[in-house]
């Protein structure tokens, strides 16, 4: 069973800052997601990546494959980037449609 | 396009009764998931499906049944509601299909239950 942990549990920040969430697994991968949710929403998918580095935006997603560790990075933050920011993978071969999670980072933005 | 659609948003139950959560998808894709989200606990599988005619329990099953009668629909039923099942609860699909397998994964909006 793949474990994955992220860290910070919760963040926060001032508005402009430049924020960082790691993500780290313990078995291979097919693929890593980034997930937001705001407080009392629905689940979004931020980006999907199984190699490299990945830019939407403010937002960026890089993988290291063979550290088995993906960060998260958001750039210039603002009060809107507020939410829980979950990290999960994709297992393996036939496994690749199975989803772990991570518990999640919280982050708030002040103003 | 709707994406992923679940139906009710909101439900309150009494200990014992009985509810189904509809979990729709205009997306053809292959698999889909139920899972509920409790504080500190992140998000557990309850069950999922591989496809048409196919479901499997996952993490925490106990409680719940599924079906899967139409490749779009994937329905969650709790048979006799328990405090212990008030939690938030999503559903999920991926697509699966292809020489990639592509596994981007849909998210409904959530149903918020509560069992008293």
Redesign the interface.
């Given at each position: 069973k793949n474990e994955v942990e992220q860290s910070p549990q919760n963040l926060t920040a001032q508005e402009g800052e430049f924020i960082t969430i790691n993500c780290s697994y313990s078995v291979g991968i097919?693929?890593l997601?980034w997930?937001q949710q705001h407080p009392g929403?629905?689940?979004?998918?931020l980006f999907?990546l199984s190699s490299g580095k990945k830019k939407h935006g403010r937002l960026i997603a890089t993988i290291n494959i063979q550290e088995k560790h993906s960060s998260l990075h958001i750039t210039a933050s603002h009060p809107r980037d507020s939410a829980v920011y979950?990290c999960?993978v994709?297992g393996s071969g036939g496994s690749?449609?199975?989803?772990t999670?991570?518990?999640?980072t919280l982050l708030t933005v002040n103003p | 396009n709707a994406g992923v659609t679940q139906t009710p948003k909101f439900r309150v139950l009494k200990t014992g009764q009985s509810m189904t959560l509809l979990c729709a998808q205009d997306m053809n894709h292959?698999?889909m998931?139920w899972y509920r989200q409790d504080p500190?606990?992140?998000?557990r599988?309850i069950h999922?499906s591989?496809g048409e005619g196919t479901t499997a329990k996952g993490e925490v099953p106990d409680g719940y049944n599924v079906s899967r009668l139409k490749k779009q629909n994937f329905l969650l039923g709790l048979e006799s509601a328990a405090p212990s099942q008030t939690s938030v609860y999503?559903c999920?699909s991926?697509n699966?299909q292809g020489a990639s397998?592509n596994?981007?994964?849909?998210?409904?909006?959530?149903t918020r239950l509560t069992v008293v």
């Amino acid at each position: 069973k793949n474990e994955v942990e992220q860290s910070p549990q919760n963040l926060t920040a001032q508005e402009g800052e430049f924020i960082t969430i790691n993500c780290s697994y313990s078995v291979g991968i097919s693929a890593l997601h980034w997930l937001q949710q705001h407080p009392g929403g629905g689940i979004v998918s931020l980006f999907m990546l199984s190699s490299g580095k990945k830019k939407h935006g403010r937002l960026i997603a890089t993988i290291n494959i063979q550290e088995k560790h993906s960060s998260l990075h958001i750039t210039a933050s603002h009060p809107r980037d507020s939410a829980v920011y979950i990290c999960a993978v994709s297992g393996s071969g036939g496994s690749n449609y199975k989803l772990t999670f991570g518990k999640g980072t919280l982050l708030t933005v002040n103003p | 396009n709707a994406g992923v659609t679940q139906t009710p948003k909101f439900r309150v139950l009494k200990t014992g009764q009985s509810m189904t959560l509809l979990c729709a998808q205009d997306m053809n894709h292959e698999y889909m998931y139920w899972y509920r989200q409790d504080p500190g606990m992140g998000l557990r599988l309850i069950h999922y499906s591989v496809g048409e005619g196919t479901t499997a329990k996952g993490e925490v099953p106990d409680g719940y049944n599924v079906s899967r009668l139409k490749k779009q629909n994937f329905l969650l039923g709790l048979e006799s509601a328990a405090p212990s099942q008030t939690s938030v609860y999503f559903c999920a699909s991926i697509n699966g299909q292809g020489a990639s397998r592509n596994t981007e994964a849909f998210f409904g909006q959530g149903t918020r239950l509560t069992v008293v």
